[in-house]
Protein backbone atom coordinates (compact mmCIF):
# COMPACT_ATOMS: atom_id res chain seq x y z
CA UNK A 1 0.00 0.00 0.00
CA UNK A 2 1.36 3.41 -0.85
CA UNK A 3 1.98 6.32 1.60
CA UNK A 4 1.57 9.53 -1.20
CA UNK A 5 0.26 12.79 1.32
CA UNK A 6 -1.10 15.51 -0.64
CA UNK A 7 2.20 17.36 0.87
CA UNK A 8 4.07 14.87 -1.72
CA UNK A 9 1.33 15.60 -4.57
CA UNK A 10 2.20 19.54 -4.10
CA UNK A 11 5.65 19.42 -4.30
CA UNK A 12 5.37 17.01 -7.34
CA UNK A 13 3.01 20.01 -9.26
CA UNK A 14 5.37 22.58 -7.53
CA UNK A 15 8.67 21.06 -9.18
CA UNK A 16 6.02 19.88 -12.56
CA UNK A 17 5.99 23.75 -13.38
CA UNK A 18 8.80 25.21 -11.98
CA UNK A 19 11.09 22.74 -13.49
CA UNK A 20 13.57 24.16 -10.74
CA UNK A 21 14.53 22.44 -7.57
CA UNK A 22 15.29 26.31 -6.16
CA UNK A 23 12.31 28.12 -7.29
CA UNK A 24 9.49 24.95 -6.21
CA UNK A 25 11.01 24.62 -3.12
CA UNK A 26 10.55 28.48 -2.32
CA UNK A 27 6.76 27.90 -3.55
CA UNK A 28 6.56 24.70 -1.03
CA UNK A 29 8.45 27.30 1.16
CA UNK A 30 10.44 24.57 1.89
CA UNK A 31 14.96 24.32 1.83
CA UNK A 32 15.72 22.65 -0.85
CA UNK A 33 17.74 19.76 1.00
CA UNK A 34 14.19 18.84 2.34
CA UNK A 35 12.14 19.69 -1.14
CA UNK A 36 15.16 17.04 -2.95
CA UNK A 37 14.48 14.79 -0.02
CA UNK A 38 10.55 14.97 -0.55
CA UNK A 39 11.09 14.31 -4.27
CA UNK A 40 13.35 11.48 -3.70
CA UNK A 41 11.18 9.91 -1.35
CA UNK A 42 8.06 10.10 -3.81
CA UNK A 43 9.93 8.60 -6.54
CA UNK A 44 11.05 5.31 -3.84
CA UNK A 45 7.60 5.39 -2.99
CA UNK A 46 6.15 5.00 -6.78
CA UNK A 47 9.31 3.10 -7.68
CA UNK A 48 10.03 5.11 -10.89
CA UNK A 49 11.58 7.97 -11.84
CA UNK A 50 9.54 11.46 -12.49
CA UNK A 51 11.65 13.91 -13.43
CA UNK A 52 15.69 13.35 -15.63
CA UNK A 53 17.77 16.09 -13.63
CA UNK A 54 20.37 18.17 -15.31
CA UNK A 55 22.64 21.00 -14.96
CA UNK A 56 20.51 23.50 -15.96
CA UNK A 57 17.31 21.77 -16.20
CA UNK A 58 14.41 19.55 -14.92
CA UNK A 59 12.15 17.39 -16.72
CA UNK A 60 9.40 15.27 -16.40
CA UNK A 61 9.81 11.74 -17.46
CA UNK A 62 7.37 9.40 -19.39
CA UNK A 63 6.60 8.20 -16.30
CA UNK A 64 6.32 11.41 -14.02
CA UNK A 65 3.67 13.19 -16.97
CA UNK A 66 1.39 10.13 -16.79
CA UNK A 67 1.67 10.60 -12.92
CA UNK A 68 1.07 14.65 -13.31
CA UNK A 69 -2.33 13.70 -14.76
CA UNK A 70 -3.21 11.97 -11.79
CA UNK A 71 -1.62 14.31 -9.24
CA UNK A 72 -3.45 17.37 -10.81
CA UNK A 73 -7.34 15.20 -10.78
CA UNK A 74 -6.07 13.78 -6.42
CA UNK A 75 -5.69 17.32 -5.85
CA UNK A 76 -8.37 18.95 -7.56
CA UNK A 77 -10.92 16.75 -5.75
CA UNK A 78 -9.50 17.55 -2.24
CA UNK A 79 -9.73 20.97 -3.15
CA UNK A 80 -13.46 19.96 -3.77
CA UNK A 81 -13.58 18.50 -0.56
CA UNK A 82 -11.81 20.82 1.44
CA UNK A 83 -14.56 23.39 0.04
CA UNK A 84 -17.02 21.10 0.64
CA UNK A 85 -16.68 20.82 4.35
CA UNK A 86 -16.19 24.30 4.87
CA UNK A 87 -19.43 24.49 3.64
CA UNK A 88 -21.00 22.48 5.46
CA UNK A 89 -18.97 23.51 8.44
CA UNK A 90 -20.01 27.41 7.67
CA UNK A 91 -23.74 25.87 7.20
CA UNK A 92 -23.79 26.79 3.54
CA UNK A 93 -24.72 23.66 2.36
CA UNK A 94 -26.35 20.81 4.27
CA UNK A 95 -29.22 19.27 5.10
CA UNK A 96 -31.57 19.14 8.33
CA UNK A 97 -33.95 16.04 8.81
CA UNK A 98 -36.46 16.88 11.45
CA UNK A 99 -39.84 14.69 12.44
CA UNK A 100 -42.35 16.32 14.73
CA UNK A 101 -45.90 15.62 15.74
CA UNK A 102 -48.70 17.20 13.27
CA UNK A 103 -49.33 19.66 16.26
CA UNK A 104 -46.34 21.12 16.57
CA UNK A 105 -45.43 20.30 12.43
CA UNK A 106 -48.63 22.44 11.80
CA UNK A 107 -48.16 24.83 14.20
CA UNK A 108 -45.31 26.62 16.00
CA UNK A 109 -42.10 24.92 13.98
CA UNK A 110 -42.65 26.64 10.44
CA UNK A 111 -41.85 29.67 12.18
CA UNK A 112 -38.47 28.12 13.32
CA UNK A 113 -38.07 26.95 9.55
CA UNK A 114 -38.82 30.12 7.92
CA UNK A 115 -36.53 31.93 10.22
CA UNK A 116 -33.31 29.07 9.80
CA UNK A 117 -34.04 29.10 6.17
CA UNK A 118 -33.39 32.92 5.86
CA UNK A 119 -30.64 32.68 8.22
CA UNK A 120 -29.18 29.71 6.23
CA UNK A 121 -30.62 29.67 2.45
CA UNK A 122 -28.24 26.93 1.26
CA UNK A 123 -29.23 24.25 4.04
CA UNK A 124 -32.09 22.23 2.90
CA UNK A 125 -34.63 21.40 5.92
CA UNK A 126 -36.89 18.05 5.76
CA UNK A 127 -40.14 17.96 7.92
CA UNK A 128 -41.72 14.27 8.30
CA UNK A 129 -45.15 15.03 10.42
CA UNK A 130 -46.21 11.90 11.94
CA UNK A 131 -47.26 10.28 15.59
CA UNK A 132 -44.87 9.53 18.31
CA UNK A 133 -44.13 6.30 17.54
CA UNK A 134 -43.36 6.97 14.01
CA UNK A 135 -41.39 10.36 15.12
CA UNK A 136 -39.01 7.84 17.12
CA UNK A 137 -38.25 4.91 14.33
CA UNK A 138 -37.85 8.25 12.02
CA UNK A 139 -34.84 8.67 14.27
CA UNK A 140 -33.62 5.17 15.26
CA UNK A 141 -33.48 4.18 11.72
CA UNK A 142 -30.95 7.64 10.72
CA UNK A 143 -33.99 9.15 8.11
CA UNK A 144 -34.55 11.95 11.01
CA UNK A 145 -32.07 13.63 13.14
CA UNK A 146 -34.06 14.47 15.56
CA UNK A 147 -38.03 14.09 16.43
CA UNK A 148 -40.34 16.80 18.76
CA UNK A 149 -42.34 14.23 19.80
CA UNK A 150 -43.99 12.69 23.42
CA UNK A 151 -41.32 10.12 24.99
CA UNK A 152 -42.13 6.55 24.03
CA UNK A 153 -43.01 3.07 26.01
CA UNK A 154 -39.23 2.15 24.57
CA UNK A 155 -36.85 4.54 24.19
CA UNK A 156 -33.97 1.98 24.30
CA UNK A 157 -30.65 3.87 22.38
CA UNK A 158 -32.27 7.21 22.17
CA UNK A 159 -31.49 10.43 24.38
CA UNK A 160 -34.78 12.75 25.27
CA UNK A 161 -34.27 16.34 26.43
CA UNK A 162 -37.27 18.50 27.59
CA UNK A 163 -38.16 20.98 24.89
CA UNK A 164 -41.74 22.68 26.61
CA UNK A 165 -44.87 21.70 28.30
CA UNK A 166 -48.12 21.19 26.79
CA UNK A 167 -51.57 21.72 28.60
CA UNK A 168 -55.08 20.09 27.54
CA UNK A 169 -58.07 22.66 26.74
CA UNK A 170 -61.42 21.53 26.48
CA UNK A 171 -62.91 22.76 22.85
CA UNK A 172 -66.75 22.92 22.23
CA UNK A 173 -69.52 24.56 20.35
CA UNK A 174 -70.49 28.37 21.47
CA UNK A 175 -74.11 26.75 22.05
CA UNK A 176 -72.89 24.12 24.49
CA UNK A 177 -73.84 24.87 27.97
CA UNK A 178 -70.60 24.09 28.86
CA UNK A 179 -69.29 27.31 27.22
CA UNK A 180 -70.66 29.42 29.71
CA UNK A 181 -67.84 28.09 32.54
CA UNK A 182 -64.45 29.14 32.77
CA UNK A 183 -63.08 26.29 33.62
CA UNK A 184 -64.24 22.49 33.13
CA UNK A 185 -63.27 18.99 35.17
CA UNK A 186 -62.92 15.46 33.29
CA UNK A 187 -66.45 15.19 35.33
CA UNK A 188 -68.26 17.90 33.63
CA UNK A 189 -67.32 15.40 30.22
CA UNK A 190 -68.35 11.81 31.67
CA UNK A 191 -72.22 12.69 30.08
CA UNK A 192 -70.92 14.94 26.80
CA UNK A 193 -70.54 13.72 23.25
CA UNK A 194 -66.82 13.16 22.93
CA UNK A 195 -65.36 13.18 19.94
CA UNK A 196 -61.89 10.90 20.53
CA UNK A 197 -58.37 11.09 18.93
CA UNK A 198 -56.74 7.37 17.87
CA UNK A 199 -55.70 5.19 20.68
CA UNK A 200 -51.93 5.43 18.59
CA UNK A 201 -51.83 9.18 19.72
CA UNK A 202 -49.88 11.09 22.03
CA UNK A 203 -52.79 13.30 23.25
CA UNK A 204 -55.19 10.04 23.64
CA UNK A 205 -52.70 8.18 25.82
CA UNK A 206 -52.47 11.07 28.02
CA UNK A 207 -56.04 11.42 28.60
CA UNK A 208 -56.65 7.46 28.85
CA UNK A 209 -54.08 7.63 31.77
CA UNK A 210 -55.08 10.95 33.25
CA UNK A 211 -58.36 9.52 33.56
CA UNK A 212 -57.81 6.02 34.84
CA UNK A 213 -59.64 4.36 36.09
CA UNK A 214 -62.40 6.03 34.61
CA UNK A 215 -63.16 6.83 31.37
CA UNK A 216 -65.12 9.08 29.04
CA UNK A 217 -67.50 7.15 26.53
CA UNK A 218 -66.83 8.70 23.06
CA UNK A 219 -69.39 9.15 20.19
CA UNK A 220 -66.55 8.83 17.83
CA UNK A 221 -62.86 8.21 17.09
CA UNK A 222 -60.74 9.67 14.45
CA UNK A 223 -57.34 10.19 13.43
CA UNK A 224 -57.04 13.68 12.67
CA UNK A 225 -57.27 17.10 14.49
CA UNK A 226 -59.00 18.32 11.55
CA UNK A 227 -61.35 15.97 11.47
CA UNK A 228 -61.80 17.01 15.14
CA UNK A 229 -61.79 20.62 14.55
CA UNK A 230 -65.09 20.16 11.91
CA UNK A 231 -66.74 17.53 14.32
CA UNK A 232 -66.65 19.90 17.42
CA UNK A 233 -67.71 23.12 15.20
CA UNK A 234 -70.59 21.64 13.69
CA UNK A 235 -71.83 20.85 17.35
CA UNK A 236 -71.35 16.95 16.87
CA UNK A 237 -69.49 16.36 20.29
CA UNK A 238 -66.98 18.20 22.33
CA UNK A 239 -63.11 16.91 22.73
CA UNK A 240 -60.21 17.37 24.65
CA UNK A 241 -56.98 19.10 23.10
CA UNK A 242 -53.43 20.37 23.97
CA UNK A 243 -52.43 23.79 23.42
CA UNK A 244 -50.02 23.74 20.43
CA UNK A 245 -52.81 22.34 18.76
CA UNK A 246 -55.32 25.14 19.53
CA UNK A 247 -54.63 26.89 16.24
CA UNK A 248 -56.70 24.34 14.60
CA UNK A 249 -59.45 25.47 16.55
CA UNK A 250 -59.77 28.75 15.62
CA UNK A 251 -62.97 29.80 14.55
CA UNK A 252 -66.08 32.31 16.06
CA UNK A 253 -68.10 29.12 16.42
CA UNK A 254 -65.76 27.42 19.10
CA UNK A 255 -65.22 28.01 22.66
CA UNK A 256 -62.04 26.61 24.60
CA UNK A 257 -61.63 26.18 28.16
CA UNK A 258 -58.57 24.82 30.09
CA UNK A 259 -59.06 21.61 31.90
CA UNK A 260 -58.42 22.21 35.43
CA UNK A 261 -59.35 18.69 37.30
CA UNK A 262 -57.14 16.60 36.29
CA UNK A 263 -54.50 19.13 35.03
CA UNK A 264 -53.57 17.26 31.94
CA UNK A 265 -49.85 18.67 31.02
CA UNK A 266 -47.81 16.43 27.78
CA UNK A 267 -43.90 17.42 28.05
CA UNK A 268 -43.00 17.67 24.07
CA UNK A 269 -39.36 16.48 24.17
CA UNK A 270 -36.21 16.84 21.33
CA UNK A 271 -34.71 13.30 20.82
CA UNK A 272 -31.97 12.12 19.28
CA UNK A 273 -29.90 8.91 18.85
CA UNK A 274 -28.04 8.91 21.96
CA UNK A 275 -24.36 7.59 19.96
CA UNK A 276 -24.40 9.59 17.27
CA UNK A 277 -23.93 13.04 17.09
CA UNK A 278 -25.95 15.62 14.99
CA UNK A 279 -24.51 17.72 11.81
CA UNK A 280 -23.20 20.85 12.35
CA UNK A 281 -26.69 22.05 10.13
CA UNK A 282 -28.83 20.02 12.24
CA UNK A 283 -26.71 21.50 15.80
CA UNK A 284 -27.77 25.00 14.59
CA UNK A 285 -31.30 24.24 13.74
CA UNK A 286 -31.55 22.82 17.05
CA UNK A 287 -29.97 25.47 18.67
CA UNK A 288 -32.31 28.02 17.20
CA UNK A 289 -35.25 25.81 18.08
CA UNK A 290 -34.27 25.92 21.46
CA UNK A 291 -33.98 29.99 21.74
CA UNK A 292 -37.23 30.25 19.91
CA UNK A 293 -39.08 27.59 22.33
CA UNK A 294 -40.08 30.72 24.91
CA UNK A 295 -42.35 32.19 22.21
CA UNK A 296 -44.15 29.05 21.47
CA UNK A 297 -47.33 30.72 23.30
CA UNK A 298 -47.06 34.28 21.99
CA UNK A 299 -46.36 33.27 18.68
CA UNK A 300 -49.52 30.70 18.41
CA UNK A 301 -51.52 32.91 20.79
CA UNK A 302 -53.23 31.91 23.92
CA UNK A 303 -57.16 31.84 22.82
CA UNK A 304 -59.30 31.15 25.65
CA UNK A 305 -63.07 32.42 23.72
CA UNK A 306 -66.51 33.08 25.44
CA UNK A 307 -69.12 33.07 23.08
Known amino acids: MMNISMRDLRAFIALA ?30 GVKL ?11 AEG ?26 KRKGRVSVAALPSLAAGWLPVVIKEFRAIYPGVSTELADTLSD ?6 RAGRADFALCAAGADMAGLV ?16 NP ?14 QPFIHLSHTSSVRQLLDAALHPGRIAG ?58 PLSVA ?5 ALLKKRRSKIRSELGKDERRP
Open 17 to 46: EQRNFTRAAEQCHLSQSAFSALIQGLENEL
Open 51 to 61: FARSTRRVEMT
Open 65 to 90: KVFAESANRLLGEFALVQTEMKDHVD
Open 134 to 139: ECLELV
Open 160 to 175: AEPLCNDEFYVVMHRE
Open 178 to 191: LARRKSLAASDLLH
Open 219 to 276: IMEVAHLASVASLVGNNIGISVIPFLALFQFSHPDLVIRPLKEPKIVRTIYVVRQGER
Open 282 to 286: AEAFL
